[in-house]
Every structure is written in C-alpha cells, then in structure tokens.
C-alpha cells in the first residue's frame, strides 16, 4: 500500500490557483500548486501577489496561501530579477529614466509657499481695492468740485465780513448791494465766479449770500454769511444758503 500523499506533493496538484499580473492582461491560470512554487522560485510572483482558488471569497496575497502551498520548503531565486512593474495606465506616458533614452526630464516644479501665500493676498485684496475705490473716487470728485467753486470765497468772505462789521457801526444799519458796488464789480469780473448780494435777513442781522456758478452739481446753489451780534461781539454763521455740505469750506459745514 502506498504512502499517504503530503499537502505540497501531489494531493494539491488538483486545485486550480490563480494569480493577478498586470503585465500579462492580469488573470493569470489556472495552474498547479507545483507550478505556483515553480513561479515562486522564478521570482515571477511573490509573497505580496495576489492569489485566488476555488473556495476562496477574494484575492489574497500569495504569503497567505505559504502553507497550503508549502511555501516554506522552497525559497525564491535571488539571481533572478523581480517582476516588472506594471505598466503605466492608458493616457499617461512614461518618464524615462537616466540611461533609457536620456536623461530624465526634471520634475515640474509647483508654487513655492510665497507664491501660494502672495496669490492668496492678492485675491483677498481685490474686494478690499474695490471698497476703497468706491469710497476715495467719489471723495476726489467733491474735493474737485468744493475746491474749484469755494478756491476764492473763504478769503473774501473773511475782507466781507469786516467790511460789514465797519459799516454797520459807522451807518447804524446793514450794507446793501449798492453801498459795495465797487467791491461787487471787481469781485464778480471773475469769469464763472461767485456772485455776491448783500443785505438784512428776517431777524435783523447782517448777511451776505454767495451764489455759486460753473459745475453743474453747484449751479445756482447759495452759501450765506450771516453776523450772529452777542453784545458787542459779532459772530459769523455761515452754515446758511442750500448748498451741500459735502461741497461747503470746512467751517461752513452743518455737521
């Protein structure tokens, strides 16, 4: 009577192995235990390659098929190289590597962090740019205006208002346009200037009403000086007369 056959003889040889190699398509089987140690042996698979037989749930390393294949009674081939990685998929081409065709093309190179971070503030920024550009554009235009309609009326006003002041108390009463017609003409000679009338408002006080003239957004608009008298001290309010305070010198503003 024969000797009983040991696992790794022949007893195995009756399963069906399979093992994944993406060089050769990827299936590759079916194959005998024996044949399985033979590839082994060959380096042609290894312990980490995927194996697979007939009542087994899903691939698994080879390693953990050593003792149904009696991995342990054989040793692979040091002599012989490994299997080759698989091939690149569809789409991406291979690098060769120095010697191969070449030297290797050098590795693109990506955004250094100071670049990363300077992209990142300039994004931030642009929001940022538009707020102030919303507010400064505007601010410049009223600053253009106020200054090209009031450049001359802060310092008339202030030889106007000494002018009323004296010939209020040399007259007992307010100047009126043709008590100042000489200063009136010379003033108004100016092309596009300010027009000036002088007289007595409701509650008595003395005034002088400039009317503006040459930007459409002044037009017609009037600024009035009025002589606010606390006993013997004249005080002068010239918040009066409907032009914006967003175009009014500084002093005359209502806020």
């Not at 590759?28 to 980490?48: N, T």
């Not at 080759?84 to 290797?104: E, N, T």
């Not at 310092?155 to 000494?162: F, V």
Request: with cysteine.
């Amino acid at each position: 009577m024969p000797a009983p056959k040991g696992k790794g003889e022949t007893g195995d040889d009756m399963t069906d192995w399979y093992y994944h190699d993406p060089a050769q398509g990827g299936r590759v089987g079916p194959l005998s235990a024996g044949q399985m140690r033979e590839r082994y042996v060959d380096r042609r698979i290894q312990a980490d390659t995927l194996a697979w037989h007939a009542g087994v749930q899903e691939w698994q390393p080879l390693e953990r098929f050593a003792e149904e294949l009696a991995l342990h009674t054989v040793r692979p081939d040091a002599a012989r190289p490994p299997p080759l990685p698989p091939p690149p998929p569809p789409g991406v081409a291979s690098r060769p590597g120095p010697g191969v065709g070449g030297a290797a093309p050098p590795p693109k190179r990506g955004l250094s962090g100071c670049a990363i971070v300077a992209i990142v503030a300039a994004v931030a920024a642009v929001p940022v740019i538009a707020i102030l550009a919303a507010i400064a554009v505007p601010a410049y235009h009223d600053y253009t205006i106020r200054a090209n309609s009031t450049a001359g009326i802060i310092g008339a006003a202030s030889a106007m208002q000494r002018a009323v002041e004296e010939f209020s108390q040399a007259h007992g009463r307010c100047p009126g346009d043709n008590d100042f017609a000489p200063l009136l003409q010379r003033f108004q000679a100016q092309d596009k200037g300010p027009t000036v009338h002088f007289g007595t408002l409701a509650g008595g006080n003395c005034a002088f009403e400039f009317t503006l003239h040459g930007d459409s957004a002044v037009e017609g608009r009037t600024l009035v000086y009025e002589a606010v008298r606390d006993g013997d001290l004249v005080d002068w309010d010239c918040s009066g007369g409907d032009l914006p305070d967003r175009y009014r010198p500084v002093p005359c503003r209502g806020d």
